[in-house]
């Protein structure tokens, strides 16, 4: 199917608000809203903008815009709820998925399989972070990357400190230009202060 899009301007979702969205093009960034009929025919929740998304759109003034069409999705970060029918688009067209736990305090393997049972369905690269190495011992984080190599086959994995600033070197070099990537994990692993 042809988009018919030539009347408009693409434009990347880089924040979500109650009903309004933050896109960005070569021109600026802008507040944006769908279209009545977008919402009109919106089946679910996945039918709306997600940050990530690229975005046909028109620029009303210097600030603010109206989103037109939502773009075909490459890749899709989406959680669904136990027992709903609908799920939430967490982010669209991400390339990799950075999933982040601190050695330590709430260090949980569990974890990093539900985060890449998401991201695998998605068709999301996922890509262990084992933050917060000032915390702990060189032999807790020996013994990690261990059990983590014996329970996943060909990851990456990454250990990285922002305080002391060890691995940001790694990360920084594994990052390459016109790629999207995301951060995931719980709260207080240090996203954050990594980014």
Request: glycine letters at 8%.
């Given at each position: 199917k042809s988009l018919e899009l030539k009347n408009f301007?693409?434009?990347r979702v880089i924040a979500e608000h109650k009903e309004a969205?933050?896109?960005?093009?070569?021109?600026g960034e802008y507040w944006a809203k769908v279209t009545g009929k977008q919402m009109f025919s919106a089946a679910s929740r996945t039918d709306y903008p997600a940050?990530?998304?690229?975005?046909?759109?028109?620029?009303?003034?210097?600030?603010?815009?109206?989103?037109?069409?939502?773009?075909?999705?490459?890749?899709?970060?989406?959680?669904?709820?136990?027992?709903?029918?609908?799920?939430q688009v967490i982010a669209a067209n991400i390339d990799v998925a950075f999933i982040m736990e601190s050695l330590g305090r709430d260090y949980n393997l569990?974890?990093?399989?539900?985060?890449?049972?998401?991201?695998?369905?998605?068709?999301?690269?996922?890509v262990i972070i084992l933050n917060k190495l000032d915390l702990a011992q060189e032999s807790e984080l020996?013994?990690?990357?261990?059990?983590?190599?014996?329970r996943f086959e060909n990851i990456d994995i990454f250990a990285t400190s922002a305080v002391t600033e060890r691995?940001?070197?790694?990360?920084?070099?594994?990052?390459?230009?016109?790629k999207t990537y995301c951060f995931l994990g719980s709260s207080g692993v240090g996203k954050s202060s990594l980014i």
């Open positions: 301007s693409a434009a969205y933050k896109v960005k093009n070569l021109n940050v990530g998304d690229w975005v046909a759109i028109t620029e009303l003034d210097e600030a603010t815009a109206v989103i037109y069409q939502i773009l075909p999705r490459k890749t899709i970060l989406k959680k669904k709820y136990t027992g709903k029918q609908d799920a569990n974890r990093f399989e539900r985060y890449f049972v998401l991201a695998n369905a998605g068709g999301i690269k996922p020996n013994e990690t990357i261990e059990q983590i190599k014996n691995g940001l070197n790694e990360i920084s070099n594994y990052i390459i230009r016109g």
